[in-house]
């Protein structure tokens, strides 16, 4: 069965930093690339950055980039997001999603962590 | 930046059809996707390469891309489909997401 999880949410000062993790099974990790995609209270989804299946390629929303940066360990089934200066703004559920070429979309989410950032 | 654009809301009555469609400059030359995101749940895709079903997902869900609109369309809607729904596409080498659709079975 393939699962995604998510952990490393919480809440953080304006300007602070969070880690979030992603761990995954179910599935050859290595084969896949893999994408954080965020959805604020009440609001739509929005992509916010992927990885390429063997880490070599990083891609970023124009809203995140020079703030976070993704990352994977494939020996540890793992997937990575560093947020820092983080704001308001960035307070959202945090999901991680498999994309598979042949879909062009994501066919596998986790179930989310909560980032909120506020004083 | 590219955009999608979809309807915020629409009704149907239970056993209508429901089309709901997701805008984009010359959007039939990407492949679209569609996600299904119930209250308090994560996203589940339901309709991939314009037009294709992953396991599991029902014949009642069918979508279509031309021109500059895709469109998911739903047979016979159930009660069970009442949900938000969320067109995406690539854009050089980003995803993007229309505004959501809130789809409301009455």
């Known amino acids: 069965e393939v699962q995604l999880v998510e952990s490393g949410g919480g809440l953080v000062n304006p300007g602070g930093s969070l880690r979030l993790s992603c761990e995954v099974s179910g599935f050859t990790f290595s084969n896949y690339s893999i994408n954080w995609v965020r959805q604020a209270p009440g609001k739509g989804l929005e992509w916010v950055s992927s990885?390429?299946?063997?880490?070599?390629?990083?891609y970023y929303a124009d809203s995140v980039k020079g703030r976070f940066t993704i990352s994977r360990d494939n020996a540890k089934n793992s997937l990575y997001l560093q947020m820092n200066s983080l704001r308001a703004e960035d307070t959202a559920m945090y999901y991680c999603a498999r994309d598979p070429p042949i879909v062009a979309g994501f066919d596998y989410w986790g179930q989310g962590t909560l980032v909120t950032v506020s004083s | 930046s590219y955009e999608l654009t979809q309807p915020p809301s629409l009704s149907v009555s239970p056993g209508q059809t429901a089309s709901i469609t997701c805008s984009g400059d010359?959007?039939?030359?990407?492949?679209v996707c569609w996600y299904q995101q119930k209250p308090g749940q994560s996203p589940v895709l339901v309709i991939y390469q314009d037009s294709k079903r992953p396991s599991g997902i029902p014949e009642r869900f069918s979508g279509s891309n031309s021109g500059n609109t895709a469109t998911l369309t739903i047979s016979g809607t159930q009660a069970m489909d009442e949900a938000d729904y969320y067109c995406q596409a690539w854009d050089s080498s980003t995803a993007v997401f229309g505004g959501g659709t809130r789809l409301t079975v009455l």
């Open positions: 010359k959007l039939g030359d990407k492949y």
């Open positions: 990885i390429s299946s063997s880490g070599t390629y990083m």
